[in-house]
């Protein structure tokens, strides 16, 4: 049970992560240089590459009570993040990110930028897609890292971002345009809460407290803040049109 | 040194964010957690409760604004 929820958790973060890649590389490579782009995607992918595997076998020498408190604590920190973001957004108080407006900002940035060139690339090109893809991909690394070595299976997890990666690229591939049709407020709004459902469940028994029932008590962990988040959702989105 | 920092205040805002608080009240949450684990009674309840606790009072700033 608990594996499933790791690879499911990794795939979603990791696929919503990807679709606003993608949608920065499409940006600079449709207005700019195809080839600089694709340069600053490999340069990315071998930095996060290379963090994953120094970090990876670091954090399975910790012992496994300290990492789930360190782990947890982080998890639920970011993860809170996340969700506080996507109840702002499934209430109205902050816009809800689309990739259409991200990518048509993307590009007239780009078509606005002046001409550089180094090392036979188009610098703007290559340095805003390796960006892109390394930021955006640094949130994929991090909850593979410590989704996988708190659970004690790091290419589980890596697993679930593995093919969510290959699905984002092929799809953008075929479509060869901001992948508009993936639901990624609702896939924000899942992350956040299993971010934050795992990092409840290890810290507290990085802390020395023990769950009922063992793995078993993580769907209930996962059912109450399912229901906290709505239930925010629900308050604010009546509180709003009083502030209106 | 100004790299240093600049490395500090990426990892800050990455983890942490724009709410300092919520990270504050988890580290509390995290020794009571540990305090009453270490008493042997119950303490699993303490931290879902803390974080609604904590989530409630960072949307009501934020709502605030």
Not at chain 2, 6 to 12: D, E, K, L, N, V
Request: proline share 3%; hydrophobic share 60%.
């Amino acid at each position: 049970m608990t594996a499933v929820f790791l690879v499911l958790s990794a795939f979603l973060a990791s696929a919503v992560e990807m679709v606003e890649a993608l949608t920065i590389v499409l940006a600079v490579g449709v207005t700019r240089d195809w080839r600089s782009a694709l340069s600053g995607v490999g340069a990315a992918t071998l930095a996060l590459t290379a963090i994953v595997a120094a970090l990876g076998p670091a954090l399975t020498l910790i012992p496994i009570d300290t990492l789930r408190l360190v782990v947890g604590a982080l998890l639920l920190v970011f993860g809170l993040q996340w969700l506080r973001k996507a109840i702002l957004r499934a209430s109205g108080y902050v816009s809800l990110h689309d990739e259409e407006e991200a990518y048509a900002r993307e590009a007239t940035e780009a078509r606005a930028a002046g001409i550089e060139r180094r090392a036979g690339l188009d610098w703007y090109a290559f340095t805003i897609a390796f960006k892109g893809v390394l930021l955006e991909g640094l949130e994929v690394a991090f909850i593979v890292l410590t989704f996988g070595s708190a659970q004690g299976s790091i290419p589980l997890a890596a697993l679930g971002a593995g093919v969510a990666i290959l699905l984002v690229v092929v799809a953008g591939v075929v479509a060869h345009a901001p992948l508009t049709r993936v639901p990624e407020n609702t896939m924000k709004f899942a992350v956040g809460t299993m971010l934050t459902t795992f990092g409840i469940f290890w810290a507290a028994e990085g802390t020395g407290a023990t769950w009922p029932g063992g793995d078993a008590s993580l769907p209930g962990v996962l059912a109450f803040e399912l229901l906290v988040s709505f239930t925010f959702v629900a308050l604010l989105r009546r509180r709003r049109p009083a502030l209106a | 040194m100004k790299a240093l920092r600049r490395f500090g205040a990426f990892w800050w805002e990455f983890v942490v964010g724009d709410d300092w608080r919520v990270a504050a009240g988890v580290a509390l949450a995290l020794g009571a957690s540990a305090g009453l684990a270490a008493t042997d009674e119950p303490a699993w309840w303490l931290l879902p409760l803390a974080v609604a606790g904590l989530l409630y009072l960072s949307l009501r700033r934020a709502a605030r604004r």
